[in-house]
């Protein structure tokens, strides 16, 4: 039976065809449907983890103990999961292991672009790379196979392009696997210098068998086209445009992305007169045909960013026919102006409750040290409130490194904001540094009652698990005070006037504090919902206070403010009109 699937839930369906019995991951674009899939399959025990490294050591346990494990997250989730990856490529596995690196080339919901095939290379692991739904799910089972015959964790490589474009998909059954008896290893497990010194031997021995395997293994594969001249390397999205655009070309398609088949590849680029190597993001594979001398033209011709697009391999690759017989400049990457839809700017939410925490933050012009999640759009105007926002956890320590580099007079106008599922994440040991080394931080946590960019996963502060079980929720009250901080406050981020004047109380205060802004997502929070507001035209004095706060349900006619769309009478919008113009019907808001 065939269905149609996006490459996430073909990999969760590929989990369960290969016998997982556990799958981790913390929520990030693209890669979050993973587990929410995996979750439906009652076989299969699915978690949200705190963070990306505990998510990974979760499957390194499952492994250690017998059983298949997959563990999924969004590129930049690697590099917090790099401490247990780069130690479990030594220790290698007992059940299958397998970690989904879902790339997000052309920066869709992420703060950069990052070829994970050099985690796998640093790693010495193997990294497959699936092109569509049929080949996720079947490279998910292929990577369990090779995970456990060559005991060693095994990286999937996706792409925002596979992971959320839908194809057939042919199902199979499950393959139930039972555990095999636990046996204690030390030698295998416990990475003590003496230990680990052996396992570094086997690491290199296996990446040295796993090149052979690269030779003769289906994932490569060679697809002999009409036009004998033009061969081109490639593999994952990309083998797609390479076929739709160049159907007479001659291709190698690297399913196994790492290591590479080096007598494959060069006896291939052998056989055609132009070689070109078509790939996302980095020169990874092109980088090793050139220091095996093999003449190949890749990124001087092929964007080094962003998506490759169709339109953009065609016009590179006819440009290089028209100058075949003469010479071959180096130049820049080709671009194609294509048709675009009109510009559509992301934006807080109507009743978003991190709008009005925004609005008074820039109305006191404070230094923000932001994070990531949906509240980074409090970068954007007309609320222009962020100063940083470099990775998940980090706006706490780059806080306290603006406060010890400019002194105590600086920290009274700065401040640290932070999601709820974020400080989770990894803020706390931040936190515990500002109290450690006596800074008089002041940090907000955006409590939203869920991990709201990613879709609404609940996380430990919501106290609900992936399946939906109500459990034991984290006390971010409790917490903050466990580690130090005596000035702990809750506030509702709909009241402005409270918010302004508890934020003025704890930046005067010489030590750290913590203000929980608490409200819940609007979109999860629906019976909250109040009448709409509407302005008052006969009192609207066009002064558009309102417009500072940005909500998408005001705008401006005839020179007055319009309230339309889908309002949800939250009340910010009545809080800052001056002449008391925007209300209930007949009503007037009180202005701050």
């Not at 010890?404 to 040991?429: C, M, N, W, Y």
Request: charged residues 20%; neutral net charge; contains cysteine.
């Amino acid at each position: 039976m065939k269905q149609l699937m996006t490459g996430n839930e073909a990999v969760a369906r590929g989990a369960w065809e290969a016998g997982v019995r556990v799958v981790s991951a913390y929520p990030g674009t693209p890669s979050t449907e993973i587990t929410e899939n995996a979750a439906r399959y009652a076989e299969i025990y699915a978690e949200w983890s705190p963070n990306e490294k505990v998510a990974l050591e979760v499957g390194i346990g499952a492994s250690v103990a017998g059983g298949r494990a997959l563990t999924a997250m969004k590129h930049v989730g690697v590099n917090v999961a790099a401490d247990p990856l780069f130690t479990v490529a030594y220790t290698g596995v007992t059940g299958g292991l397998v970690l989904v690196s879902a790339d997000d080339p052309g920066m869709h919901s992420s703060q950069n672009e990052q070829d994970n095939r050099h985690f796998g290379r640093a790693a010495k692991i193997p990294v497959l790379e699936p092109s569509d739904s049929q080949e996720a799910k079947d490279f998910t089972i292929a990577a369990f196979a090779l995970s456990e015959e060559y005991d060693t964790p095994v990286m999937l490589r996706i792409t925002t392009r596979v992971a959320h474009s839908r194809s057939l998909v042919e199902l199979g059954a499950r393959s139930e696997r039972p555990l095999p008896p636990y046996v204690k290893d030390a030698r295998k497990y416990v990475m003590i210098p003496a230990y680990a010194r052996p396992r570094h031997a086997a690491v290199e021995a296996r990446l040295t068998a796993l090149g052979e395997l690269a030779e003769t293994t289906p994932l490569n594969r060679v697809e002999r086209g009409e036009d004998k001249s033009v061969g081109i390397v490639t593999g994952g999205i990309a083998y797609q445009y390479v076929k739709e655009t160049q159907p007479g070309a001659s291709v190698l398609k690297l399913g196994l992305a790492f290591p590479l088949p080096r007598r494959k590849i060069t006896e291939f680029a052998r056989s055609v007169k132009r070689l070109y190597v078509v790939e996302e993001l980095e020169d990874f594979w092109e980088g090793y045909l050139r220091a095996w001398g093999l003449p190949v033209r890749g990124k001087e011709i092929f964007p080094w960013t962003g998506e490759l697009q169709p339109e953009v391999l065609t016009a590179a690759l006819a440009a290089e026919t028209e100058t075949e017989a003469g010479s071959r400049p180096s130049s820049p990457p080709v671009t194609v102006a294509a048709a675009e839809p009109p510009a559509r700017p992301p934006v807080l939410c109507p009743g978003c409750p991190h709008r009005g925490l925004f609005y008074v933050l820039s109305k006191m012009r404070l230094t923000v040290a932001g994070d990531i999640g949906c509240y980074t759009l409090g970068c954007l105007e007309p609320l222009n409130a962020l100063d940083t926002t470099i990775c998940m956890g980090a706006s706490i320590g780059a806080a306290i490194g603006m406060e010890k580099t400019r002194g105590p007079e600086f920290a009274q106008k700065l401040v640290a904001v932070i999601g709820d599922s974020t400080f989770i994440h990894s803020g706390i040991t931040g936190l515990i540094d500002a109290v450690y080394n006596k800074t008089r931080t002041t940090l907000l946590i955006l409590d939203n009652r869920t991990t709201g960019m990613t879709g609404h996963q609940d996380n430990p502060v919501t106290g609900r698990t992936l399946q939906g079980e109500k459990y034991r929720e984290i006390d971010l009250t409790q917490l903050c005070r466990a580690v130090g901080v005596d000035r702990v406050t809750t506030v509702d981020p709909f009241d402005l006037k409270l918010m302004e004047q508890t934020l003025r109380a704890e930046l005067a205060a010489a030590e750290p504090s913590v203000v929980i802004a608490r409200r819940k997502c609007a979109l999860i929070d629906r019976e909250a919902a109040r009448p709409p507001l509407v302005v008052d035209q006969t009192k609207c004095n066009g002064c558009f206070r309102c417009m500072r706060l940005g909500c998408p349900c005001l705008s401006r006619q005839e020179k007055k403010a319009v309230i339309a769309g889908q309002c949800i009478g939250c009340g910010l919008c009545s809080q800052v009109c001056a002449p008391g113009a925007i209300g209930s019907a007949g009503e007037a808001g009180e202005t701050l």
